[in-house]
């Protein structure tokens, strides 16, 4: 299949290098050192799954240049995404699909803006990865999973599905209720990125402490309230799932907010916690422990804060 890689980082790096090493036409859409090293020297994936170096993948800056594809996999930050998605034409037939795995409730609702929401695929992703160095994408190991909206049997997705099977690279759920998908992760990834963005401690860190883990059962206790209210039902005993699935991560997992906090970039705050008081708030549902963790982090929440002389 052809496929657009657009933000060739964590997530983007490891699926389309994956998607790569089976034969797919892929190309990756990045920027800066990143790009410079992958078109220098490939991409590099390290995982405990298996290395690959992709020698020969097509790595470009310039969304215009790269034509009509099968598949665009969205994979930018949220704070980047409007930009990307506006230049999504070019690459658009009837017959493409757009993809969407960002954290949070909004990736679909932002590319819907500029394209027919019919062919945008929601979906989560449950993997950790990141950018090691410029061109080398690592995950730790931990759970790889993606549950991904079927569009009710349509046939680009079943060849992507085909061939993220064939890859090996992630178990792949074929989905039928992505809304419910999409906030089962939004409910867990906004309490879990808000308490290790509070503490600064990762996954290993939080679990261990009876305080955190207190936090983190509220956050997610509010998060279902707003869901509940918004008349999305999730499964009786999320809040344990959410306890018993993050709880068994490698304990030096932290969250994607954290480490862009730590790195001083753009954050996805305003999407996560931000994003559960704001419904809060419109709904009338409570959100204490979120309201605090989007007034405490704001400030933050595009890049390093700034301080009055
Ligand atoms: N990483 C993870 O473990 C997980 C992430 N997610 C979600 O997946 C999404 C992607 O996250 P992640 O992979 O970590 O993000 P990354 O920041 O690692 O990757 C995004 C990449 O896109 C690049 N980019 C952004 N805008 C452009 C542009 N206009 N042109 C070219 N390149 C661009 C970024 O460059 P630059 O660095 O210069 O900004 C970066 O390299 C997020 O919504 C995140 O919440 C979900 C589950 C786990
Ligand atoms: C915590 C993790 C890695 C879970 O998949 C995640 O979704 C994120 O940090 O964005």
Known sequence: MKIAVIGAGGIGGYLGGRLSQTGNQVTLVARGGHLNAIRQNGLRIESPFGCAHLTSIEATDNIAAIGPVDIILATVKLPDLNDVARQFSSMITETTRIITLQNGIDAKPMIAQFTNADRIAQGVIYLAADIKEPGTIMTPGGKHQMLVD??????????????????????????????????????????????????????????????????????????????????????????????????????????????????????????????????????????????????ALAAVKDGPATIRA
């Open 150 to 295: 079927d569009l009710n049997g349509d046939a680009t997705m079943a060849a992507l599905f085909d061939e993220i099977d064939r890859a090996e690279a992630i178990d792949v759920t074929r989905s039928r209720d992505a809304e419910k998908v999409v906030w089962s992760k939004f409910t867990a990834q906004a309490s879990i990125a808000g308490v290790t963005a509070l503490t600064r401690l990762p996954l290993g860190g939080v679990f261990a402490s009876q305080e955190a883990k207190v936090l983190l059962a509220q956050m997610i206790d509010e998060a279902i309230a707003v869901a509940s209210a918004k008349g999305i039902q999730l499964d009786p005993d999320h809040r344990e799932t959410v306890f018993r699935t993050y709880g068994a991560q490698p304990g030096a997992q932290s969250s994607s907010l954290l480490v862009d906090i730590e790195a001083g970039k753009p954050t996805e705050l305003q999407w996560l916690s931000g994003r559960v008081h704001a419904l809060g708030k419109e709904l009338g549902v409570p959100t204490p422990a979120h309201s605090v963790t989007w007034n």
